[in-house]
C-alpha cells in the first residue's frame, strides 16, 4: 500500500508541473483574446457614439431648420412635397 | 360650411415634426450596434474574472487535494464550454461593426451619394473577405482563416447533415417500396415489359381508374414516412443530449477515485513524453479500484497502444525503444477492459473500443514476447471466455503489476465460473496458474493467492465473491 501511495505522490507532483505550464499557456491564450476584444470594443464604442451623436445631431438641426424654414427645400422633400400637394389648405388655396 | 366657416383662417392637419424614418431607422441600428459592442465588453471583463477565479489557488490543502481541486476546475471549463463562450465574443463584435457599417450607408445615402458609396463599398468588401473566410475555412480544416463559423458549419456539413438525408434517404425508399401509385413501374409491381402489352395495358387501365384512391393511400404513407424520420431525429437528438449529459456527470464527478482517473486521464492527453507517460500509466495500473474511472482512459491507453506497436503481415511487434510503454498501456488496457467485461459487459464504451481495435489490429494475429498485449487482444475480441493459448514463459512485470494482473486474472476466472457454471476455466488463466507457481524464485504472495484461486476455481471449488473481490493486500 505504501508503494502505491509513493507513486501516487510521484505523479501529482508530476501533474502540478504539467498544469502549471498548462494553464499559463491558457490564461495567456485567453487573457490576450480578451485584451483585443476590448481594445476593439474601445475603438468600435468611440465610433459608435461619434456617429450617432453626429446623426442625432443632424437629425435635431433638420427638425429646426423644417421648423424655422418650411419650404420645399427642407428634407426629406419627397414626402412633403406629396403631402402639399393633397392638403386641403393648398387645394382652397389653388381654387 | 364653406370658406367663411373659420373666418379667413386656415386650418391645417397637425404634421409629424419628428425625425425622418430614416434617421429613426439608422439611430435604432447605431443603437444595436453599440449595446451589441457593450454587452461583449462586458461579456470580456466577466471573462477575464472567470479566468482569474480559474487561476487562483483558493484553497488550502496538500499538492494532491490542490492538483484535485484544480482538475475539478478544468473539468467544469470543458464540460461548460468556456472556449466555445469566448469564442462567441468576436462574433457579437462582428455584428456590431455590421450594423455600424449598415447604418452609416443608409445614413449618407440620404446626405451624399457619392460619399454613402464609398461607405457601402467598404462594407460590401469586408463582408465579402468574410463569407470567403468563413467558406475557406470550413472548405478545408487546414486553412489558416478559420472563425467560429466555419467550425459550425463543419460541424453541420460533417455530422448533422449526413443523418438528416440518410433519414430521409431511407424514408424515401419506404416511400417508394410501399407507393401504390408507382407499383406499375416497378418490377414485380404490374409491369410486365413491352412484349406482354395486354397485361401491361390492362395494369395501367387498372391503375388510372383507381388513380384517386391510389394518390390518397400514397398521401397516407408519405406523412406516414415523414412523421417517422422526424421522430427519428428526434429520438437522435435525445440520445445525443443523453450522452452529452451522462459525458459532463463524468466529467463533473467528485469522487477521489474519479477525480484521480481524471487526472491521469488528462496527463496522458497533453504530454506526449515518455518520462511522464510512463509513471503515469503505473500510477493507473496500481490504482485498487476502477469503479468510478472515466471513460476517456481507455482510448487514452488505446492511442498510446497503437503509437507503440506496429503491425508486420500477421505479427504484432513493439517498436524499438517503446517496449516498456506498450507493455505499461497494454496493462492498463487489459485491467480496464476485464474490470468492464465483468462489471458492465454490454457498456457502449467496450463496444466502441473493441470496434476501434479491430479497425487497427487484425484477428488471426501473433504476439511473440508480447503476453500481455495478447492478454488484452484476446479479452477486447472475444470477452472473457477466451480460448486461445497464451505462451507465458517470458512474461517477468515489475512486482505491482504482476500482482494486479493476477487480480485481474483471477477475476476474470471467477467471472467465467459464473457464467457458465463449475468446469474448467480458460486454458490462458490455468497455464498463467501453473507458470507463475513452477518459477524457481516465487513470486509476490499476493500472485501466489490469485494463481492457487485460479487452480480452485479450475477443480470446481465453490470459491465466494468476497475471496476474489475484497483487497487482499493486509494479508501480504
Known amino acids: ?95 | 360650411m364653406d370658406n367663411t366657416t373659420f373666418g379667413g383662417d386656415i386650418p391645417s392637419l397637425p404634421q409629424w415634426t419628428g425625425a425622418p424614418r430614416t434617421t429613426i431607422h439608422v439611430q435604432a441600428m447605431l443603437y444595436a450596434s453599440l449595446a451589441a459592442s457593450l454587452f461583449s465588453a462586458f461579456l470580456a471583463m466577466l471573462g477575464k474574472q472567470w479566468l482569474n477565479r480559474y487561476a487562483l489557488t483558493d484553497m488550502r490543502g496538500t499538492a494532491v487535494e490542490r492538483s484535485q481541486d484544480r482538475q475539478r476546475k478544468l473539468g467544469g471549463i470543458i464540460a461548460w464550454y468556456f472556449d466555445h463562450v469566448m469564442e462567441s465574443l468576436p462574433l457579437m463584435l462582428q455584428f456590431a461593426l455590421l450594423l455600424l457599417g449598415c447604418a452609416l450607408s443608409l445614413y449618407l445615402w440620404d446626405i451624399n451619394v457619392t460619399v454613402a458609396w464609398v461607405v457601402i463599398s467598404v462594407t460590401a468588401l469586408g463582408v465579402i473577405f468574410y463569407i470567403f473566410f468563413v467558406i475557406a475555412g470550413t472548405a478545408s480544416a487546414s486553412c489558416p482563416y478559420q472563425t467560429p463559423w466555419a467550425h459550425i458549419l463543419r460541424h453541420i456539413h460533417y455530422h448533422i447533415l449526413p443523418a438528416i438525408l440518410r433519414l430521409l434517404h431511407s424514408a424515401f425508399r419506404n416511400f417508394v417500396d410501399k407507393s401504390w401509385c408507382l407499383s406499375p413501374f416497378k418490377w414485380g409491381g404490374g409491369w410486365y415489359g413491352w412484349w406482354d402489352w395486354q397485361q401491361t395495358a390492362f395494369t395501367l387501365f387498372k391503375h388510372i381508374l383507381f388513380l384517386p384512391f391510389f394518390l390518397a393511400c400514397d398521401a397516407y404513407q408519405l406523412i406516414r414516412a415523414m412523421v417517422r424520420a422526424f421522430i427519428a431525429l428526434a429520438r437522435r437528438v435525445h440520445s445525443w443530449i443523453r450522452s452529452a449529459r451522462s459525458a459532463q456527470a463524468h466529467g463533473l464527478n467528485q469522487r477521489a477515485g474519479a477525480l484521480d482517473s481524471q487526472c491521469v486521464s488528462w496527463i496522458l492527453q497533453t504530454s506526449l513524453e515518455k518520462d511522464i507517460r510512463l509513471p503515469t500509466l503505473k500510477f493507473l495500473a496500481m490504482t485498487p479500484t476502477l469503479v468510478d474511472f472515466t471513460p476517456a482512459l481507455l482510448s487514452d491507453c488505446f492511442d498510446i497502444l497503437i503509437d507503440c506497436v506496429k503491425v508486420n503481415k500477421y505479427n504484432a511487434v513493439a517498436v524499438q525503444g517503446m517496449e516498456e510503454l506498450g507493455e505499461a498501456s497494454a496493462t492498463c488496457l487489459f485491467l480496464a477492459c476485464s474490470h468492464l467485461s465483468i462489471a458492465d459487459p454490454m457498456t457502449s464504451i467496450l463496444s466502441g473500443i473493441r470496434q476501434r481495435y479491430r479497425r487497427v489490429f487484425p484477428l488471426n494475429l501473433n504476439f511473440s514476447g508480447l503476453q500481455i498485449l495478447h492478454m488484452t487482444h484476446e479479452v477486447i475480441s472475444t470477452g472473457p471466455g477466451i480460448k486461445a493459448p497464451i505462451e507465458w514463459r517470458g512474461y517477468k512485470p515489475a512486482n505491482h503489476e504482476h500482482v494486479v494482473v493476477a487480480r485481474a486474472i483471477s477475476k476474470l476466472s471467477w467471472s467465467e465460473y459464473q457464467r457458465s457454471g463449475p468446469g474448467p476455466v480458460p486454458s490462458p488463466y490455468l497455464s498463467f496458474a501453473l507458470h507463475h507457481l513452477s518459477q524457481a524464485p516465487l513470486p509476490p504472495p499476493l500472485v501466489i493467492i490469485n494463481c492457487l484461486l485460479i487452480i480452485a476455481i479450475d477443480l470446481g471449488c465453490n470459491v465466494s465473491k468476497t475471496m476474489i473481490f475484497e483487497e487482499r493486500c493486509d494479508h501480504a
Do not use: C
Request: hydrophobic letters at 25%.
Open chain 1, 1 to 95: 500500500m505504501l508503494q502505491q501511495e509513493d507513486f501516487r505522490a510521484q505523479f501529482y507532483e508530476r501533474y502540478r508541473k504539467e498544469a502549471e505550464e498548462y494553464d499559463r499557456d491558457f490564461m495567456k491564450k485567453h487573457d490576450e483574446d480578451l485584451n483585443t476584444t476590448l481594445i476593439f470594443v474601445g475603438y468600435a464604442h468611440s465610433s459608435g457614439v461619434h456617429v450617432l451623436t453626429w446623426v442625432s445631431g443632424r437629425s435635431v438641426l433638420r427638425r429646426h431648420r423644417r421648423l424655422h424654414h418650411p419650404g420645399p427645400s427642407s428634407a426629406p422633400a419627397r414626402p412633403n412635397r406629396r403631402h402639399r400637394r393633397s392638403h386641403p389648405s393648398h387645394a382652397l388655396q389653388d381654387g
